[in-house]
């Protein structure tokens, strides 16, 4: 994929999903892409390798729940694999503090060669296994949470609340859309109650995507 459709695809998928991308944001990718494609081919890192694919279901998907970060000033992905959705996020919000979390350790070395090579600050990947107790485990607290491909909901419900600071909120990123009742009976379930919920589709495929926000009730 060239450099002018890499842009335009960017641009108007950004437009599709309503997101204010800024114009520093596709060189930033596009270095991405370039290095996840170049690990992948040594480490097993995603089965989507098509340029095209890899802008619109990693990257556009990542940053397609921009709006439910905004306001935060930290950020922790737990199970973040090959940095999504958390690395496009950091190159789209410079200024949000991010922290990937994987247990496998070919993928944070992805992570942190990935870092550098962006020259991200306030970004870090740390090779450490969450199992819910972010003391022991020395996972670091942030404001917002956030998994992609992680856990099914009533896992992530269970698991997430520890590591969020007080006041703090979890962003479930669902593949197959739950209708409002059942996102507030899982919630409720946990002491949780849901702040937001919204449906969209990838620009391109028209893939179904949910994404709702939960905070102790
Ligand atoms: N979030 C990425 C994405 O959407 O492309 C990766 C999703 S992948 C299906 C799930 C990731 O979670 C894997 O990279 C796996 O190593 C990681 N993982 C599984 N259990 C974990 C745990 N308890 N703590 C940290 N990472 C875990």
Do not use: C
Not at 47 to 52: K, L, N, Q, V, W
Not at 58 to 82: I, K, R, T
Not at 122 to 129: I, K, P, Q, S, T
Not at 140 to 146: Q, T, V
Request: glycine fraction near 10%; avoid cysteine.
């Amino acid at each position: 994929m060239d450099n002018a459709r890499f842009v335009d695809q960017l641009q108007r998928g950004g437009e599709a999903l309503g997101l204010s991308l800024g114009e520093g944001v596709a060189p930033g990718l596009q270095r991405l892409m370039a290095e996840l494609l170049k690990w992948n081919a040594k480490v097993n890192l995603t089965a989507i390798t098509a340029p095209e694919e890899v802008l619109e279901k990693h990257f556009l998907d990542s940053l397609a729940v921009l709006p439910e970060v905004e306001g935060a000033a930290s950020l922790l992905d737990l199970g973040a694999g090959a940095g999504f959705p958390g690395l496009p996020l950091k190159l789209a919000r410079p200024a949000l503090a991010v922290t990937l979390v994987d247990a496998v350790g070919k993928k944070v070395g992805f992570l942190k060669a990935a870092i550098a090579a962006l020259g991200l600050k306030e970004a870090r990947g740390l090779h450490l296994r969450a199992e819910g107790d972010p003391e022991r485990e020395g996972i670091p607290r942030a404001e917002l949470l956030i998994a992609r491909a992680f856990m099914d909901l009533p896992d992530w419900l269970a698991l997430a609340p520890a590591y969020v600071r007080p006041g703090g909120r979890v962003v479930a990123m669902l593949g197959k859309a739950q209708p409002e009742s059942e996102l507030a009976a899982r919630a409720s379930e946990r002491g949780l109650r849901v702040v937001s919920s919204r449906q969209y589709r990838l620009p391109f495929s028209g893939a179904e995507r949910q994404v709702a926000v939960f905070s102790q009730a």
